[in-house]
């Protein structure tokens, strides 16, 4: 059977070019880039050139790049390294939305237990913030604003440029957690006024385990490991080498042209859904939402049982975020722009990749229509 993978926003597949460029690092070029010798070098150049290449997509400098396991620990990195960095100082205010992904909503109520006071600010009925709303929320003891830039669920990309230049403004720090957004959307820390930056390999056809965080130059954050005082002290550990290099392949291997084959793609999967009674899209449908992201309610049946259909098609979707598809609690994401718990388990996502063909979305278009006809036949409420 054919196999279609439509749940990119979880992973993707890795590039066989990222593959490649990987390989020898994990054979013959194995060495720890904190050693002296020859192979101890050749890890540390190739270490520096990776970071370079990550530094320049956003507009960053290379010293202003610190690599991470991935996503979870730069955006845990960025927000408890900065709360503890301020201390004692009345700076313990964290502004925030009630869409973020669980990494960091866990994060802040965490933060919450060591006397920070986080603001949850809500979002509109397609998932924006209102840059408005965080100018009203920040107060003289506001310490940072943290952000999702693209969303993981329904595709919404925030305003940075606007919400940077509030921060910078009245001078409290922004992060962004781009993990969805990376390659996908405009990232410059300069002009967007960015102070940290979440970025990961695993969602761009990269390594899993692998992330960034740019610390907008001068910033103070204290450490969450020590150790061997790697990345500037930052973050002991020895560096991941071949993941990293695969990180930077994963960045110079995406192309803008991906991004206009992915919108192309979506917007085929969301018009033929569309076109199915009863359906409705979650997130906007204009150029704020990111290219590879579709997120429908098929109301009146539930999301997990199409899913289930679909997989039995051999087509991979999901109904959330996959980190928390082990609960049975509703999407926070949909709650906050509105559905009720009913609704939102009428959803269903299916997020794309470069690698997905207009083939397989007529294939998926044409299950979809059978799959819920059946579904709705079988369903007491029509
Ligand atoms: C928006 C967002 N932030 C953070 C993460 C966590 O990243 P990682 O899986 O690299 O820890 C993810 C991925 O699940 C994500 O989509």
Redesign the pocket.
């Known amino acids: 059977m054919k196999q279609i993978y439509l749940d990119n926003?979880?992973?993707t597949q890795v590039d066989k070019k990222v593959i490649e460029v990987m390989q020898p690092y994990f054979s013959e070029k194995y060495g720890n880039a904190s050693s002296q010798h020859l192979k101890g070098q050749e890890a540390k150049r190739a270490l520096e050139e990776s970071r370079s290449v990550i530094a320049r997509s956003i507009g960053a400098r290379s010293d202003e790049i610190i690599f991470t396991?991935?996503?979870?620990?730069?955006?845990n990195l960025a927000l408890k390294g900065l709360f503890f960095a301020n201390k004692g100082t009345g700076k313990n205010h964290i502004i925030t939305t009630k869409i973020?992904?669980?990494?960091?909503m866990n994060a802040c109520k965490w933060l919450e237990e060591q006397g920070a006071r986080v603001t949850y600010l809500n979002v509109d009925e397609q998932g924006f913030v209102d840059p408005e709303d965080i100018r009203k929320a920040i107060t003289p003891e506001t310490l940072v604003v943290s952000i999702?830039?693209?969303?993981?669920e329904i595709g919404t990309i925030q305003p940075i440029g606007e919400i940077g230049r509030i921060c910078r403004e009245k001078q409290v720090y922004f992060h962004i957690?781009?993990?969805?957004s990376y390659t996908k959307a405009r990232i410059n820390v300069k002009k967007q006024n960015l102070d940290f930056v979440?970025l990961?390999?695993?969602?761009i056809h990269g390594p899993?385990?692998?992330?960034a965080l740019y610390i907008r130059d001068g910033v103070k954050i204290e450490p969450l490991a020590h150790g061997g005082r790697h990345e500037k002290n930052l973050r002991s550990g020895t560096e991941n080498i071949p993941g990293i290099i695969g990180f930077a392949k994963a960045v110079k291997t995406s192309r803008n042209s991906d991004i206009k084959k992915m919108e192309k793609l979506r917007d085929k999967l969301i018009n033929g859904i569309l076109k199915i009674q009863n359906t409705n899209l979650n997130g906007p449908k204009d150029e704020n939402r990111l290219c590879n992201n579709i997120n429908v309610c098929f109301n009146n049946i539930e999301g997990e049982a199409i899913g289930g259909y679909l997989d039995a098609y051999g087509i991979s979707s999901s109904t959330g975020?996959?980190?928390s598809s082990h609960t049975l609690e509703s999407s926070h994401v949909l709650k906050a722009i509105g559905l009720s718990d009913l609704q939102a388990n009428t959803s269903l996502r299916l997020s794309l990749s470069k690698f997905n063909k207009e083939e397989e979305i007529d294939y998926v278009l044409e299950v979809l229509n059978k799959v819920v006809g059946k579904l709705r036949r079988m369903s007491p409420v029509k």
């Open positions: 926003a979880a992973t396991s991935g996503g979870t620990e730069s955006n973020e992904h669980d990494c960091v999702i830039h693209g969303n993981n957690d781009a993990c969805q979440t990961n390999a695993h969602k899993k385990g692998v992330g975020s996959a980190c």
